[in-house]
Nanobody, 126 residues
């Protein structure tokens, strides 16, 4: 059974930082592209960042470029999202995703992604 378990969310002031983690089990993370999505109240789920199975290429939404960094440790079956210079508009539930194709994660709202985590809340106060 595949499980993606996110952690690291919380409440932070604007300008602060958080690091999200996503621990994968039931799959060999090194064979999957992984990424992060988020969904704010009343809004559609949106792509945030993605990383190839090898970690060699990363992709970001324009809204987070230069502030967020995605990375992975395949030995630990874990992907991370370092979030710096957080803004109130970053407030959302953040979801970890895994798929055999990077294009599926990096395109749109992730409707065809193979696996999802349960989400972790990130709240940024002004």
């Amino acid at each position: 059974q595949v499980q993606l378990v996110e952690s690291g969310g919380g409440l932070v002031q604007a300008g602060g930082s958080l690091r999200l983690s996503c621990a994968a089990s039931g799959l060999t993370a090194s064979r999957y592209a992984m990424g992060w999505f988020r969904q704010a109240p009343g809004k559609e789920r949106e792509f945030v960042a993605a990383i190839r199975y090898s970690g060699g290429s990363t992709f970001y939404a324009d809204s987070v470029k230069g502030r967020f960094t995605i990375s992975r440790d395949n030995a630990k079956n874990t992907v991370y999202l370092q979030m710096n210079s957080l803004k109130p508009e970053d407030t959302a539930v953040y979801y970890c995703a895994a798929d055999s194709a990077i294009s599926t994660i990096a395109a749109g709202s992730g409707g065809r992604v193979d696996y999802w985590g349960q989400g972790t809340q990130v709240s940024v106060s002004s």
